[in-house]
């Protein structure tokens, strides 16, 4: 997979790769601890679909920072902010329940995530004040999806946090599925996700 991402200003380097799969391990660490099973995809968007699919995942959330040197040099926090995305495209895998699906857990996501960057967003994917797309193929598996950009176009302040805070963000996505699960605590209950 590209490597994309940037450096610190004291040289500590970013990858957003390697940060979102970092953020992936420690939600899904969370997730165990609460009793849910939990996949962990590390291959393409097409592929962690399919894997989503073949494993009859109940959640499916894709993880990003767009860790871009583009505008890692920024030190405005309205540079950066954490963005969740829900289906919307009606007849591609996204029925009006998907929709409804995908817009409760993308709002359990935001509310308990948080970043340094001021420029919060729930969107839908083809909300061109949010994303350039029209269709973010990531979200449309079998499962309920929600598309996660834990910093938005990253800014310098974004990934120092990250470095400076590990665990933070994926157990903010932890428990934002498990509020959109409803908080089951029955030590044999389990529920397949998958978070890629």
């Not at 973010?136 to 120092?160: D, K, M, Q, S, W």
Request: charged content about 15%.
């Amino acid at each position: 997979m590209l490597k994309t991402g940037c450096n610190t200003t004291a040289g500590v380097a970013y990858s957003e790769v390697d940060g979102a799969q970092a953020i992936a391990i420690q939600a899904k660490n969370k997730l165990l601890a609460y009793g849910y099973t939990v996949y962990v995809g590390y291959d393409w968007p097409g592929e962690n679909i399919k894997n989503s699919n073949s494993v009859g995942a109940n959640l499916h959330i894709p993880i990003h920072s767009n860790a871009g040197a583009w505008d890692f040099s920024s030190l405005n926090p309205a540079s950066g902010g954490t963005h969740t995305f829900h289906c919307n495209n009606i007849g591609t895998n996204c029925n009006s329940t998907r929709q409804s699906q995908s817009k409760a857990l993308g709002t359990r996501l935001r509310e308990r995530m948080t970043s340094p960057g001021t420029s919060d967003k729930q969107c839908s994917d083809n909300n061109t004040s949010c994303t350039p797309l029209t269709r973010l193929g990531e979200l449309y598996t079998n499962a309920v999806p929600a598309y996660v950009e834990a910093e938005f176009h990253t800014y310098g302040i974004g990934v120092t946090s990250y470095l400076q805070k590990p665990g933070t963000v994926g157990s903010e996505i932890a428990n934002g599925v498990d509020a959109h699960l409803g908080f089951p605590r029955p030590p044999t209950f389990r529920s397949p996700g998958v978070i890629s």
